[in-house]
């Protein structure tokens, strides 16, 4: 059984910075992606990191103010999000795929994933 377990979310002033975490359990995991989704709108990428570690994709909204990053000794990837914005509410979720593959456009489809955590809430307020 694997789980994802996503943290670290809350209530933050616009301008204001908050670390989400994702623990991974139950089975060796790869490509690892974070997601979220506002009321009302489609669930949207944010980053994605391979399993090594060495390769990074980001959504073009990010704009140097996330990184996504592991910790594979902790089975954990992290997002660092920084001079947060009122539109980055949302919840945030992560996702992981359990099978190797190599990095590539692919993984910012939702679709391209087969695990999910329950989210964590997000709320930038101005």
């Known amino acids: 059984q694997v789980q994802l377990v996503e943290s670290g979310g809350g209530l933050v002033q616009a301008g204001g910075s908050l670390r989400l975490s994702c623990a991974v359990s139950g089975r060796t995991f790869y490509i690892t992606g974070w997601f979220r989704q506002a009321p009302g709108k489609e669930r949207e990428f944010v980053a994605t990191i391979g399993g090594s570690g060495g390769g990074t994709i980001y959504a073009g909204f990010v704009k140097g103010r996330m990184a996504i990053s592991r910790d594979n000794a902790k089975n954990t990837v992290y997002l660092q999000m920084n001079s947060l914005k009122p539109e980055d509410t949302a919840v945030y979720y992560c996702?992981?795929?359990?099978?190797?593959?190599?990095?590539?456009?692919?993984?910012?489809?939702?679709?391209?994933?087969?695990?999910w955590g329950q989210g964590t809430q997000v709320t930038v307020s101005s």
């Open positions: 996702a992981a795929l359990t099978r190797f593959a190599y990095m590539s456009d692919d993984a910012k489809n939702p679709a391209y994933y087969t695990y």
